[in-house]
């Protein structure tokens, strides 16, 4: 199921909402936050911003993949460094597997489960830093 994801100006909160033709509505204040014009392709630009740039991140959570190195590193006496080879490889599958996501460089609004363009390249710090001086 399509998603946006975002922090809500108003109540401060993180909304989830599937994607649908209309207003994005904060489920917690009610707040119309934005308008998705097509649900069926990814958007030329951000419903919430209308900003036209977007990265790529995998929508994984990054504090189970330190856990999964961590784990490596503790087993590494025992192991004689092969655990650290072995959880490499869990990392590799597991990056193969998940699913990516596409972030807007101007509000942070999430992209879930959108065929999302080639065009569409990882984080590129110089933009980033260019939109961090306009983000609140």
């Not at 209309?22 to 951000?46: R, Y």
């Not at 590799?92 to 879930?112: D, M, N, V």
Request: charged share 20%; with cysteine; net charge positive.
């Amino acid at each position: 199921m399509k998603t946006i994801a975002w922090d809500c100006p108003s109540c401060k909160k993180f909304c989830c909402v599937p994607v649908q033709a209309g207003a994005l509505i904060c489920p917690h204040c009610s707040e119309n936050c934005g308008k998705v014009d097509s649900p069926d392709f990814f958007p030329t630009s951000c419903p919430r911003c209308t900003c036209s740039q977007f990265y790529l991140v995998k929508d994984f959570n990054q504090a189970f993949g330190c856990l999964i190195m961590l784990i490596g590193i503790v087993l590494v006496p025992r192991t004689y460094g092969l655990s650290l080879p072995a959880m490499a490889l869990l990392d590799w599958f597991l990056f193969r597997r998940i699913p990516s996501a596409a972030i807007c460089y101007r509000c942070g609004a999430e992209f879930r489960d959108f065929d999302i363009p080639k065009h569409i390249k990882p984080f590129i710090h110089q933009i980033g830093v260019k939109y961090d001086r306009k983000r609140k």
